[in-house]
C-alpha cells in the first residue's frame, strides 16, 4: 500500500483487484479510490485533531507557568523559614542544655537532689 507522507494511513491500495480477463473493472476501482480517500480524509481529520490538542495543551501549560512559579516560590520561602525556625530550635536547645550543663557544675547537690525527687515522681505514676 502507498502511504502519504504526512499520514500514516494508507492513501491507495498498491494491488488492486483484477478481474479474470486481467483489467480492473469500474467497480473495483471506484471501491479502491473511495476507500483511499476515506483513509486520507481520517488521516487528516485525525492529524487535525492532533495539532488541536496539541495547541490546547500549548495554551494550558503557558497559563499554568505563572501559577506555578508562584507556587514554587511559595514552597521555596517556606522551606528557608522551617530551616531558619529549625536552626533556631537547634541552637536554643544547645543554649538550654549548656545552661544546664553549668547549672550541675555549679550545684552538684542540688541538681542529685532534683533527679532523686524526679525520678521518685516518675516511679509512683508509673505504678
Not at 492529524?47 to 496539541?54: E, K, P, T
Request: aromatic fraction near 2%; avoid cysteine; hydrophobic fraction near 40%.
Amino acid at each position: 500500500m502507498a502511504t502519504n507522507a504526512d499520514t500514516p494511513f494508507p492513501t491507495s491500495s498498491a494491488s488492486p483487484a483484477t478481474s479474470s480477463a486481467g483489467g480492473q473493472s469500474p467497480a473495483t476501482s471506484q471501491g479502491s479510490s473511495a476507500s483511499g480517500n476515506d483513509a486520507q480524509a481520517a488521516g487528516d481529520m485525525l492529524n487535525r485533531v492532533v495539532q488541536g490538542a496539541h495547541s490546547a495543551i500549548d495554551r494550558m501549560a503557558e497559563s499554568a507557568a505563572p501559577a506555578v512559579q508562584k507556587l514554587q516560590d511559595g514552597v521555596s520561602s517556606a522551606s528557608d523559614a522551617i530551616s531558619q525556625r529549625a536552626g533556631d530550635a537547634r541552637e536554643m536547645g544547645e543554649e538550654w542544655a549548656e545552661s544546664l550543663r553549668a547549672t550541675v557544675r555549679d550545684h552538684p547537690l542540688a541538681a542529685l537532689a532534683t533527679a532523686l525527687a524526679v525520678g521518685v515522681l516518675v516511679g509512683r505514676l508509673a505504678r
